[in-house]
């Protein structure tokens, strides 16, 4: 089972992740293998050319708040930088998908910021979007992202809407209490999930 998690910036996506991998699913983090991507030398190379040496921080590696500035303006930009990472992460998360079935791991969660940006919805057997009212979720990214509200703002409105993305959702894992909470409400979710799909297995 492919597992695809969208929500709101700072609704606990990774968290609700982190709950699915304490019930043996694989978890592919596709923020953190952009950010690996972004600093192998093919690719660190290429962005110095398109964006100049401006880019790196001071021990060479690409500074991701200054990609975010350019990317973010540009939407331009971000399509030429989302043409050549995307296609690379593809490649690793097929792979990935392959080695959890042959693990025989409960399922492989996919959580990405543009999940439906990207068409990965389409790969996924079951979305999931994760609640959390808008203030919860400002109040988590300006205490662990160090971000403003008008930072939270435009990071979402560079993504598809809530609405959207809880209308193509098949259930929804509200983010609101305590961690043991989050944990109990993924853990029903999931089982019944892995429920549904043995129905439809034996029924085919």
Same mark, same amino acid.
């Given at each position: 089972?492919?597992?695809g %998690? #969208?929500?709101?910036? !700072? =609704? @606990? ?8 991998? $304490?019930?043996?699913?694989?978890? &592919? ?17 290429? %962005? #110095?050319?398109?964006? !100049? =040496? @401006? ?8 500074? $991701?708040?200054?990609?975010?500035? &350019?990317?973010?303006?540009?939407p ?12 690379? %992460? ?69 993504q ?11 259930d ?8 043991d ?24």
């Amino acid at each position: 089972m492919v597992i695809g %998690l #969208v929500g709101g910036v !700072g =609704a @606990g996506k990774s968290a609700v992740a982190a709950c699915l991998a $304490r019930l043996g699913c694989v978890v &592919i983090d596709s923020d953190k293998r952009a950010k690996q991507k972004l600093n192998e030398p093919t690719v660190r190379d290429e %962005l #110095v050319r398109w964006w !100049g =040496a @401006g880019i790196l921080d001071s021990k060479g590696d690409v500074d $991701r708040s200054k990609i975010a500035q &350019i990317v973010f303006h540009s939407p331009a930009e971000r399509q030429r930088l989302e043409g050549m990472i995307h296609p690379l %992460l593809a490649s690793e998360r097929a792979q990935t998908i392959r080695q959890a079935a042959d693990s025989g791991a409960s399922g492989v969660v996919i959580d990405a910021p543009l999940l439906l940006e990207a068409g990965l919805a389409d790969q996924c057997d079951v979305v999931l979007f994760v609640e959390s009212p808008r203030e919860t979720r400002l109040q988590r990214v300006i205490k662990n992202r160090g971000w403003d509200e008008q930072e939270l703002d435009r990071r979402e409105k560079s993504q598809e809407g809530l609405e959207k993305k809880r209308r193509i959702a098949h259930d929804v894992i509200v983010n609101t209490g305590s961690a043991d909470d989050l944990f109990c409400e993924v853990s029903s979710v999931f089982r019944g999930l892995q429920r549904k799909a043995s129905q439809r297995s034996i029924e085919s």
